[in-house]
Structures are given as structure tokens and as C-alpha cells.
Nanobody, 122 residues
Framework: QVQLVESGGGLVQAGGSLRLSCAASGRTFSSYIMGWFRQAPGKDREFVAAIMWSGGYTYYADSVKGRFAISRDNAKNTVYLKMNSLKPEDTAVYYC???????????????WGQGTQVTVSS
């Protein structure tokens, strides 16, 4: 069982930056693929980024590639999402998730955090 708690969301102006954190409980954190998803009002939840167990491989949605960076610290049981050059269309609730099957599809993910709101003003 893994419990995930996100933090770091907030209100930021367009062009600004935020860093989201996701703290995980459980002894096997390092064995999980960790992902970030987001859900904007009136839209489906979508994949944002993911990172493999060792941190050696990362994956990004085209919409955030070059602006967002996912990383993990297995010693701290924490995964991060650094978001730069934020745009109003990045406004959403951001969710951290964990699984050991796949990268992009939310149905692969077994564990989810409660989400943290990111609002980007124009």
C-alpha cells in the first residue's frame, strides 16, 4: 500500500514557476513508476509526466515538454514536478500517482494522491 500527498500548488502569474512535491509512504517507493496527471475544469484527467524507478527515464506530454521537469528522490520517498514558463492553460488540479505496470495510462496507476490546485493567471 502506498499513500501519496501532494503539495506546492498555488496561484502564479503566466511565465512563472512552481514546484510540486509528492510525498509517499511505504517501504517500496523506489520500485514504483511515479506519474503526474492533471484535470482542468470540464476536462478529462490527462497525463503530464512520469519517471521510472531509478529516475533514469522520464516521459512528458507534448504540451509540457521543455517546460516541466519530473524528478525523484528515493531516499526521501518524494517525487517532484518543476513547472516553468507556466501558461493559463496549465491551470488544473495536479495529481501524483504510482504504479508498477505502465507510464501513460491512468488506468495503470494503482495509487493516487488527493490533488493540488495550480492556477495560472494571465
Amino acid at each position: 500500500q502506498v499513500q501519496l500527498v501532494e503539495s506546492g500548488g498555488g496561484l502564479v502569474q503566466a511565465g512563472g514557476s512552481l514546484r510540486l512535491s509528492c510525498a509517499a509512504s511505504g517501504r517500496t517507493f523506489s520500485s514504483y513508476i511515479m506519474g503526474w496527471f492533471r484535470q482542468a475544469p470540464g476536462k478529462d484527467r490527462e497525463f503530464v509526466a512520469a519517471i521510472m524507478w531509478s529516475g533514469g527515464y522520464t516521459y512528458y506530454a507534448d504540451s509540457v515538454k521543455g517546460r516541466f521537469a519530473i524528478s525523484r528522490d528515493n531516499a526521501k520517498n518524494t517525487v517532484y514536478l518543476k513547472m516553468n514558463s507556466l501558461k493559463p492553460e496549465d491551470t488544473a488540479v495536479y495529481y501524483c500517482a504510482a504504479n508498477n505496470r505502465g507510464v501513460h495510462y491512468q488506468d495503470d496507476y494503482d495509487y493516487w494522491g488527493q490533488g493540488t490546485q495550480v492556477t495560472v493567471s494571465s
